[in-house]
Nanobody, 122 residues
Framework: QVQMVESGGGLVQAGESLRLSCAAS????????MAWFRQAPGKEREFVAA???????VYADSVKGRFTTFRDNASGTIYLQMNSLKPEDTAIYYC????????????????WGKGTRVTVSS
């Protein structure tokens, strides 16, 4: 069965860091774009970062310079390193995977995790 499971969320103070992990299983992922999205209560889901199937990375302007996404080639786990966290980063963070190229287009992603909650206090 195909599963994507996020972990690593929590409660931190502004300026601190968190690393999120996404364990993907049940599929050969080499041809997939993999990405992180987030959704705050009452707001639309927004793109955060992507690691494409050709190895490039894309970041939303709001997180550029603070967040980094990378993949552990041995385990296939994708990570989101979040530094200099701000209260506006508070959201549920989701990992997602898409067959072929999807980049920032949430509607093109085929698989989604259930999310992990990140809360940043001021």
């Amino acid at each position: 069965q195909v599963q994507m499971v996020e972990s690593g969320g929590g409660l931190v103070q502004a300026g601190e860091s968190l690393r999120l992990s996404c364990a993907a299983s049940g599929q050969t992922w080499s041809s997939f774009d993999m990405a992180w999205f987030r959704q705050a209560p009452g707001k639309e889901r927004e793109f955060v970062a992507a690691r494409t199937h050709i190895g490039s990375t894309v970041y939303a302007d709001s997180v550029k310079g603070r967040f980094t996404t990378f993949r552990d080639n041995a385990s296939g786990t994708i990570y989101l390193q979040m530094n200099s966290l701000k209260p506006e980063d508070t959201a549920i963070y989701y990992c997602a995977a898409a067959r072929g190229t999807a980049l920032t287009r949430a509607g093109d992603y085929d698989y989604w995790g259930k999310g992990t909650r990140v809360t940043v206090s001021s």
